[in-house]
């Protein structure tokens, strides 16, 4: 026989090298010939067969009919057709559950064959059998593999735990999984460590709360071991689940970046990129005047310049998390410019990057050479690269003050080349640059001016004509420029509608002689022959100034404009430390949470940066579970994406955390409110518990209602109850009462008044529709336009019944706050679109800033202490509250009921000051003092705020809800 | 974790598919074919993003590799993996190709079970894949064979096994330095460095422990300081050089490396590399290339090229070639050089001057004059910078090995029975100058 064999096993050999003919058999009848082959006598038959089989499934071919002709091949010793096999079950289990059941007995012999290959091999494709009778009987072999004698079968068993974890979490937990895989992490062998904290790592990350990554200084040690003798992946396995540790204090936290720093010079790129992430993380909690903290700051560049010379690819991914780097602490790459140069073979992707880091490590001592490089690439090819580089140009300009002349001029040899795009994107950029240093460079608006007929983008097209506005009495043919534009108005895009007609009303308030007829030319374009209501409205505005009072409207239109500021487009502090968190990972390289583009439970926890050591420098708030970016995660990164739902068939509903389900967040809210009723009560900051009766009488805040469940007080509450969306409980939010925003005569009959509510953390439009006209109507919509808080419709507009004449129907729209973003005037302005089947009407309505403060507004008193410091005094504005006829108790808890949380209260010389604490929707925090002085109705409010433009509005916010 | 790999051909046809997680469906196959492969535009990124599945792939030849994940994966330790995926497959089969892979295909499921379990990466040295991924079957183990397979993949020392014997212990050494260079018209540098490699081959007997040492600043310096008597401080100051950064190969331990600057390691047998660096300072440029370009109306364009060799006359250079851009609207050349061969290659946009060999301290030189097709385009030309390649058979980073120390104490033989080879290679890397 064993001639036999020997021959078998030589024509295996032969076959080798032709084993691409598998990919070509395409004949009809071809499964029935497989079965027959499958079942043949002969083992070397039985092997061909299957490799077609394989084949065939890899281009994605239905091989499923095979699936017990190929199971019965199982029972081999030959551990390559044994391979051959196990990949058929893994892809065709799933769909075959019951044939599966066919291969358990050879899987739970292969578990104790005396080979360790093969026993790992079993319980390894065991794992990935997704058919739960199959995982039944995987228990009692993984429960033996995981206390194997061999380290091979013990590593392939702790990731088999995860597997199992993934299918059936409960069984893991059941069969005490955990509890051996936590000991595994004190395993002789390094790799086994290794893989058993990538285990634990993914379980725990869908059990966020578990303690089941207990780390603590002894396990961190034998991480630490571990770490400088496993393999190259379970270094950085280790590294991952290192940077989720926050240390107890400084000098542990230096003693891991001791042990952690030699990994830096690891050739594999992910080592160092993780290494680099728990180092950043760590470095956080050392107070910055001790010597290590620098040198670890010097330590961290030599490797990150280093991987600038890897493949392409993971030079992408290195640059990306640079760019968060320079950001979060740019004194570390400062004297590196030149190796972000662009090379001239460098992938686009790359030289893209590489741009945007060298924007951000300009400054004074380098400015000279960034500006020749960035010359030398606006002459190259790719359209998007040469358009970055111009407009690097022009930030740099702005970020570097003394380079700004030579920004110019670099910018003006750049027209000169005539090339087309290269024109117009220095054109746009350039009027940032007046917007920056006024009066300094118009010299240059005569050239800017030559190249007006070649300027075809929209962008470029506004930016000069704004040029020409502002600047209209240095130029001496403004007014035949602006003009020129007017002639195609209605072929414009609004945003350059938009810009002329401000351009040419500067333009008459400047010289208003000569452009009589221009300004009527343009007002009555804007107004009477467009259909456009943002260009309306502004037209209309602009003519009742003009025709009312001109001197205010000099005012309002030629007013000094504030400064613009340096660098636009850096990560929001939030954000960023989550993605420090994540270097190395997705995440980084999205720039994005997590949350933004995975599913499920999987990475949604937010990670934050431990505070540093005896400071209180970081003012972010710590609690994590409730603020960050979470509150209005990016959109879905992939836009292209929906085109493909369907052949992906993933599932493309709107991302679900975007719109908030009526029925839990109800809860959270309620809880919230008794969470908030019984600080108060308890005394804590406020001590206010003998005055809530007085709060009580004056004011039907939320708490009352929460706690004793007694009705609510208040005629303006009363209509609550009639609105469809909110059930249960009032929020305590202050309803305005309706006002008309549409009146029929505008609106073909139909008629619309309505308010604004936030109810239980739902932001909601309560309208009534009127109709007014003889017809019935159906079929309503509603959009809205982009507006300073991204509100949106969280779901269609409800009118379930067509609207018969003289009827009204009362709406709740419950709004989201995830829609697109564009600055209003005023802040507060939304403008709606509503659709019937009449006709499409405009209108703009305002609402109140109170509807996007948020439950979790409250702030923690040290965090705000360090807020209110760190926003600089010109932020501050004061205001004064008039007749307001409560005590400071009865005041707060009335703005408590609005979600205007006040944090400490102070009592000096009679005088009580209250602070406080608000949260926009989209993570602005808000602080305010007021002061109430007893006897004096007047109340002084003084508001600091990140933005400060928001003060205004909040400042109506109190008002209106203490006045009423 | 990664959720699966597949491997495609040019056209987009799967080759290789394997999954490994239950949230990638045969639809994300598919998704990539369509959104990548047969993009229309250029590829704007290694990484996309297609309805909330994130791919990764990356280019050998034409063959496309993508790993696909749905989690917020480590994206550098993906792209480590694929580009480790494609050595191991080089190392089974040869070059990548579609040819090779169909031949191979049972073979490289066989290789993907293995070191990539549950989308985790496993083991992937060669060294140790090749012991008991034989496609020849593994029947004819002994128990005593199949833990040392097993103690080797899981163990410390991964990348070697126990009882290697050779009859000559002989060791090479390879240092390979590329010397990059950006420089402006005028003769300025923009920017130069040295990314060098220094790569071992070792054909030792048993478990040989080895101590690498070379003239790095850092070390020579501290021994300066110790005052010892040996000729190495008088040494220091000009011969040694400073490294801005170095990695090295797993076998190297990196925590004493950190404390001592020491690099001792048990090396794999056969050809590895040991340690990569990077130099900025001091470096030697071997060339200079000194550009002259005339616009002469509309139609014409005279380019005239200098180089000259700048290292010891006794050395020579090999391999040289001047790679001289041309405008697309070219319609004729004429060249003249003093040395070599010069020709214009039309297909390429280029004159490419070629010189077999230069001794140090030589000068060469090139004109051309270059007729233009008149063009109304009014882009004007962007005028890539003029590029070299040569050989050099010295380090442009002044690296100096000063010894490797081989010390078995299990087997008889001495440091002084091993042969040892060193050799010095410096090639051109992007070496260019702006024109």
């Given amino acids: 026989m064993e001639w036999a064999s020997q021959l078998c096993e030589n024509r295996g050999l032969g076959s080798k090298m032709t084993d691409s003919k598998y990919f070509t058999t395409t004949k009809k009848g071809e499964i029935f010939e497989l079965k027959a082959e499958l079942n043949s006598d002969k083992k070397e038959k039985k092997k061909e067969a299957v490799k077609k089989v394989i084949a ?181 396995f280790i590294l991952d689940c290192l940077a989720n540790y926050t240390p107890r204090d400084d000098r542990e936290s230096q003693s891991i970046c001791e042990r952690v720093t030699p990994r830096l010079s690891h050739a594999n790129s992910a080592v160092v990129l993780s290494a680099v992430k728990v180092l950043m993380k760590f470095m956080e909690m050392l107070p910055k005047d001790l010597d290590y903290y620098g040198t670890l700051l010097k330590k961290l560049a030599p490797p990150l310049v280093t991987l600038l010379s890897a493949e392409p690819e993971l030079q ?45 490590l300009a400054s004074q001592a380098n400015i000279a050479q960034v500006l020749a490089e960035l010359k030398e690439y606006a002459t190259e090819v790719d359209v998007d690269f040469v358009r970055k580089a111009v407009r690097a140009i022009g930030r740099c300009a702005i970020k570097v003050e003394q380079s700004a002349e030579r920004c110019v001029s670099t910018l003006l040899d750049l027209i000169q080349t005539k090339v087309n795009y290269v024109v117009q994107e220095a054109i746009v950029v350039i009027k940032d640059i007046f917007r920056k240093y006024p009066n300094k460079y118009e010299s240059v608006i005569a050239t800017l001016c030559e190249n007006l007929d070649s300027l075809d983008e929209p962008e470029a097209r506004a930016a000069m004509i704004w040029i020409v506005g502002e600047y209209a009495e240095r130029i001496d043919n403004a007014d035949e420029l602006l003009e020129s534009f007017l002639e195609g108005f209605h072929d414009e895009s609004t945003q350059v509608q938009l810009q002329l007609l401000t351009a040419i009303v500067k333009l008459f308030l400047k010289k208003p002689t000569e452009t009589q007829e221009l300004v009527q030319q343009v007002l009555s374009l804007a107004t009477q022959d467009s259909d456009n209501p943002d260009l309306r409205d502004r037209g209309y505005i602009y003519w009742r100034l003009l025709s ?82 979470s509150e209005a995660p990016p959109a879905v990164i992939p836009s292209q994406g929906d085109l493909l739902g369907d052949l992906l068939n993933l599932d493309l509903a709107p991302p679900t955390a975007t719109v908030p389900s009526v029925q839990p967040s109800m809860q959270m809210g309620a809880m919230d409110l008794l969470g908030g009723g019984l600080d108060s009560l308890l005394g804590g900051d406020i001590g206010g518990s003998p005055s809530m009766g007085a709060g009580l009488g004056a004011a039907p805040t939320a708490m009352p209602a929460a706690l004793g469940g007694a009705p609510p007080v208040g005629g303006g509450l009363g209509d609550l109850f009639d609105l469809g969306g909110g059930v249960g409980m009032p929020t305590g939010f202050y309803v305005v009462p309706k006002t008309l925003w549409l009146p029929a005569m505008k609106a073909k009959g139909l008629e619309i008044s309505g308010t604004f509510a936030r109810r239980g953390g739902i932001i909601q439009m309560d309208m009534s529709l009127t109709n007014k006209a003889m017809s019935v109507m159906t079929d309503f919509a509603i ?62 309505c305002q609402f109140p ?90 109340y002084t409010l003084s508001i600091k705020c990140r933005a400060p433009e928001v003060c205004q509005f909040v400042y109506q916010c109190y008002e209106m809800v203490l006045k009423n | 974790m990664i959720g699966g790999l597949f491997i495609y051909n040019h056209k987009g046809e799967v080759l290789i598919s394997r999954v490994y997680r239950d949230d990638i469906g045969r639809n994300a196959v598919d998704a990539f074919r369509v959104n990548v492969i047969h993009a229309r535009q250029q590829v ?72 990539l379990d549950f989308g985790y990466p496993q083991n992937s040295e060669t060294g140790a894949l090749k012991t008991f991924i034989t496609q020849q079957g593994i029947k004819g183990q002994t128990k005593e064979e199949q833990s040392q397979i097993t103690s080797q993949v899981t163990g410390q020392i991964g990348w070697r096994r126990e009882g290697i014997k050779y009859r000559r212990n002989e060791l090479f050494l390879d240092v390979l330095e590329s010397v990059n260079l950006l420089m402006s018209p005028q003769g300025q540098v923009l920017s130069a460095h040295v990314s060098g490699r220094v790569v071992m081959k070792s054909y030792l007997s048993g478990m040989p422990e080895c101590k690498f040492g070379m003239n790095d600043k850092i070390v020579i310096d501290k021994q300066g300081k110790g005052g010892t008597t040996d000729d190495a401080g008088k040494s220091s100051g000009k011969q040694s050089i400073a490294i801005d950064d170095c990695t090295f190969h797993q076998c190297v331990r990196l925590s004493k490396f950190d404390s001592e600057r020491s690099i001792s390691f048990i090396p794999p047998d056969g050809e590895y590399e040991l340690m990569r660096y990077r130099t900025t300072k001091d470096i030697i440029l071997p060339f200079r290339v000194i550009p002259l370009v005339r616009e002469v109306g509309r139609t014409k364009l005279e380019v005239k090229v200098v180089i000259k060799s700048n290292f010891k006359p006794s050395l020579l250079a090999q391999k040289i070639e001047v790679r001289i851009p041309t405008p697309l609207n070219t319609s004729g050349v004429q060249v003249i050089c003093m040395k070599g061969k010069a020709k214009y290659k039309a297909s390429e946009n280029a004159i490419v001057w070629k010189i077999k060999r230069m001794a140090g301290m030589k000068e060469s030189q090139i004109s051309a004059e270059i007729e233009l097709l008149p063009t109304n385009d009014k882009k004007k030309w962007a005028r890539p910078p003029i590029s070299m390649n040569f050989e050099v058979p010295f380090a442009p980073s002044g690296l100096k090995v000063r010894y490797l120390k081989v010390f078995e104490s299990k087997l008889n033989y001495s440091d002084h029975d091993v042969i040892k080879w060193v050799r010095y290679i410096g090639r051109s890397g992007i070496y260019e100058t702006r024109c």
């Avoid at chain 1, 004449?805 to 679109?833: C, F, H, R, W, Y």
């Fill in chain 1, 56 to 236: 065939s499934m890899t281009v994605g071919k239905d091989v499923s009919a095979l699936f017990p002709d190929v199971v019965n091949c199982m029972q081999t010793d030959n551990l390559e057709l044994k391979k051959l096999v196990y990949l058929y079950l893994m892809n065709y289990a799933k769909s075959q559950p019951d044939m599966a059941i066919m291969a358990v007995n050879t899987f739970v012999k292969d578990c104790e064959d005396p080979n360790p290959l093969i026993r790992a091999l079993a319980v390894r494709t065991m794992g990935c059998i997704r058919v739960d009778k199959i995982t039944e009987y995987l228990c009692e072999p993984l429960r033996k593999c995981l206390k194997d004698e061999d380290p091979y079968v013990r590593k392939t068993a702790a990731v088999c735990v995860a597997k199992l974890h993934d299918i059936n979490a409960q069984l893991v937990e059941d069969q005490g999984f955990l509890d051996t895989l936590k000991d595994l992490i004190s395993d002789s062998n390094p790799m086994v460590v290794a893989n058993a904290v990538a285990a634990l790592s993914e379980i725990a990350e869908s059990h966020p709360n578990s303690n089941l990554l207990d780390l603590n200084p002894q396990t961190i040690n034998k991480l630490l071991t571990a770490l400088n003798e496993c393999t190259e992946w379970g270094q950085i």
């Fill in chain 2, 44 to 115: 704007r990124s290694p990484v996309t993003n297609i309805a909330r599945t994130s791919f990764f792939h990356v280019k050998r030849s034409n063959i496309w590799l993508a790993a696909v994940t749905k989690q917020n994966v480590n994206a550098a330790m993906v792209f480590e993996f694929l580009y480790k995926m494609c050595d191991v497959m080089t190392a089974y089969f040869g070059k990548i190709s579609e040819e090779n892979i169909k031949n191979n295909f049972v073979l490289i499921y066989e290789l993907l079970d293995e070191i």
């Fill in chain 1, 548 to 629: 009312t009072d001109p001197v205010a409207a000099k005012e309002v239109v030629l007013a000094e404009k504030p400064l613009i500021s340096e660098e636009t487009d850096l990560i929001e502090p939030t954000l960023l430390e989550e993605l420090i968190c994540h270097i190395g990972t997705l995440a980084s390289v999205y720039h994005k949470p997590p949350s933004a583009f995975v599913e499920g439970s999987r990475g949604v926890q937010h990670r934050r940066l431990p505070p540093r050591a005896g400071s209180v420098e970081s003012a972010e708030s710590p609690d994590v579970g409730q603020s960050g970016p």
């Fill in chain 1, 849 to 938: 800033l109170s509807l996007l403060f948020v439950e979790d507004g409250k702030m923690e008193r040290q965090v705000f202490l360090a807020t209110w410091k760190d926003i600089p005094n010109d932020n501050e504005a004061q205001f004064q509250i008039k007749d307001i006829h409560l005590n400071s108790d009865a005041a707060s808890n009335k703005l408590q009921g609005s979600n205007i949380f006040t944090i400490a209260k102070r009592t000096v010389e009679g005088q009580d000051m209250l602070y406080q604490s608000i949260k926009l929707t989209n993570s602005i925090w808000v602080l305010a003092e007021m002061r109430v002085q007893t006897g004096n109705p007047n």
């Fill in chain 1, 316 to 360: 992408y991914v290195a640059l990306r998390n640079i760019n968060l780097i320079v950001q979060k602490r740019p004194e570390i790459l400062k004297h590196e410019m030149k190796v972000f140069f662009v090379k001239y073979n460098d992938p686009i992707y790359v030289k893209l990057e590489k741009l945007d880091i060298m924007i951000r």
């Fill in chain 1, 783 to 844: 959009q809205f336009n982009r507006n300073s808080f991204g509100l949106a419709p969280a779901g269609p507009l409800q009118v379930l019944t067509p609207l018969s004449p003289n009827q009204t129907i009362d709406v709740s729209l419950p709004l989201s706050t995830s829609g697109p973003v564009m600055k209003m005037e005023p802040l507060n302005n939304l403008q709606v679109a509503v659709k019937n089947n009449i006709d499409v009407f405009y209108f703009s």
